[in-house]
């Protein structure tokens, strides 16, 4: 699935907007409408709870009130970016616990205003909808501001909003792009992206994120993706899980495609059988058209020409058809979608460690019937479902920017290395934005919303858990923004677990969550790949994640 068009402008009634009648000198209570429409363009459509800013709302004025799209940019260079993991996010989790507040998110970051110039940054504080009223919300947030200016950070705000921070919970080889099924193919083949579940919880569905081998497990293959796919939250116990061989114990089984995401895939094919049909009742009347025609030259070329495409169409319609034929024979049976079973996963884990990361990873063992040499392609991740030249204009914001991307002869974006910690919070200078600020454009490929584009932002998310009778635990996570204030979010629950990558193959992660006031993300979550080798080494997996077709 692609990321979707540009957003329009939005017409509203500005009839319970009240503007005050000079500029304040101090933050004001947002009006019914300002609190609804002041994040308008953010892919969730967040409520405002306060800013500490005293700028007014400005109304917008002519004979029809349009609002005009915001969205976010990587924070980029800036004074905040040093401090801000270190000093200003402590100090300003200190400062939101003293004034009551129990935020879910923070992230730094700048907000991109549709034709303005400058992009101003905020830190923007996540808290559960009806948690806060505007009054407390005020005072929380020119707390902050407070906190922001004693650390010499003069030019940035601090911005309360409503939001959700959720989980986002034998194979094809891929096909050649001249198979008409190829893009159909693709969620049954072994690139990467495969919807997965726990066989028990077929209703809960993440996605798988990468193979790995390990050298002291010859012969075998595995995958890592997020703990909270395969071991839901609510319903599992969260301890150390380690199975053995030859204990006796049962398996915690893996399934590829839960029933929600099968019966969809099944839907695609027949949507593509229809569309494929309706093109061959018009091109029959433009058939019919053809032999009409006077000049025997252009009926000639014309129907040449429409005999073509139907022959085209009619092959497609025969794959589709195959296709699914064998999908319903080979994969309905949920038992045949078994795919492995789960050999480690440690407890979920908040602010783990010194790095501070949430350890949310688990191991599943690939069974040999599922994955072997002769369907096996390394970690790659299908491009196919864009056009070159769209995801092309995606990954490269600015023209100008040195060559980061190329667009695979076989749609297959291979692994080439990991992205380190450093690399990630110092993008190079030369690799630009629309605005001409240093950033990273990441992809991947996730079971909800397809294949996106977005930004890594230079700057670590606070993510902060409750559970009941605990207090507040928090998190640092690698956060990815929207590809533009007009691409939609990069992604959607059901993509926990993918693996995110940059332009040249490079590993950032796997996805964990994301943060936004409605199942739709503002701000995606990312576990960093350093993080999760680390941990892997720690547990006694020596995992190689450039595993090859021998394994």
């Known amino acids: 699935m692609s990321q979707k068009g540009p957003l329009p402008p939005l017409l509203i009634s500005m009839t319970n907007h009240v503007v005050p009648d000079s500029a304040p000198n101090a933050p004001y209570i947002p009006s019914v409408v300002e609190a609804a429409n002041y994040y308008y363009g953010f892919p969730s459509k967040p409520r405002l709870v306060a800013r500490s800013s005293c700028d007014v709302w400005m109304r917008p004025t002519g004979p029809e009130a349009y609002l005009v799209p915001k969205g976010l940019m990587p924070l980029g260079s800036h004074s905040l970016a040093t401090a801000w993991e270190d000093i200003v996010s402590p100090a300003l989790s200190r400062c939101l616990d003293e004034k009551g507040v129990n935020f879910l998110t923070m992230t730094p970051a700048r907000i991109n205003i549709v034709d303005q110039p400058s992009h101003p940054v905020v830190v923007l504080v996540g808290v559960e909808p009806g948690s806060l009223t505007h009054e407390l919300g005020i005072e929380a947030a020119v707390a902050c501001h407070s906190v922001l200016i004693a650390n010499s950070i003069l030019d940035v705000h601090v911005e309360i909003r409503e939001s959700k921070p959720s989980l986002a919970a034998a194979l094809y080889r ?203 392609i390394g970690n790659a991740i299908d491009l196919g479902s864009v056009d070159v030249d769209v995801l092309t204009s995606w990954m490269y914001p600015d023209s100008a920017n040195p060559h980061s991307f190329d667009y695979p002869g076989n749609r297959l974006l291979r692994f080439s290395g990991t992205l380190s910690d450093e690399e990630m919070r110092r993008p190079p200078l030369h690799t630009k934005d629309q605005d001409k600020d240093a950033v990273i454009m990441v992809l991947k490929n996730g079971n909800t919303s397809g294949l996106t584009v977005g930004c890594l932002n230079n700057v670590r998310s606070v993510v902060r858990h409750y559970f009941k009778d ?82």
């Open 174 to 376: 891929p096909a050649v792009t001249s198979n008409p099924a190829a893009r159909l193919i693709e969620p049954f083949a072994t690139s990467l992206g495969l919807p997965i579940s726990f066989v028990k919880t077929t209703h809960y569905e993440g996605t798988a994120g990468f193979f790995f081998t390990d050298s002291a497990k010859s012969g075998k293959l595995f995958m890592l993706t997020a703990r909270h796919v395969l071991f839901h939250p609510d319903e599992t116990p969260n301890t150390m899980y380690v199975f053995k061989d030859g204990t006796g114990a049962p398996q915690r089984k893996v399934i590829l495609l839960g029933k929600a995401a099968f019966d969809a895939r099944v839907e695609d094919i027949d949507v593509a059988i229809r569309a494929k049909k309706v093109i061959l009742a018009q091109l029959a009347k433009r058939a019919a058209d053809a032999a009409a025609l006077e000049d025997e030259a252009e009926a000639r070329d014309e129907t040449e020409a429409v005999q073509a495409e139907m022959e085209k169409a009619e092959k497609a319609i025969a794959a589709f058809e195959k296709l699914r034929t064998e999908i319903l024979r080979d994969w309905q049976d949920e038992g045949k979608r078994v795919i492995g079973h789960v050999v480690l996963s440690p407890p979920f884990t908040l602010n783990f460690g010194t790095d501070g990361y949430t350890e949310d990873w688990a191991v599943v063992e690939i069974h040999g019937t599922m994955i072997s040499r002769l369907n096996f």
């Open 470 to 551: 605990q207090p507040g635990v928090a998190s640092k996570e690698v956060a990815v923004l929207p590809r533009t204030s007009k691409s939609g979010a990069f992604s959607a629950p059901g993509d926990s677990g993918s693996a995110v990558v940059d332009g040249k193959g490079r590993v950032c992660g796997i996805l964990t969550g994301g943060d936004g006031a409605t199942d739709v993300s503002d701000v995606t979550f990312v576990t960093s790949i350093n993080f999760l080798l680390k941990r892997l080494a720690e547990n006694d997996v020596k995992a190689n994640i450039f595993p090859t077709v021998s394994h």
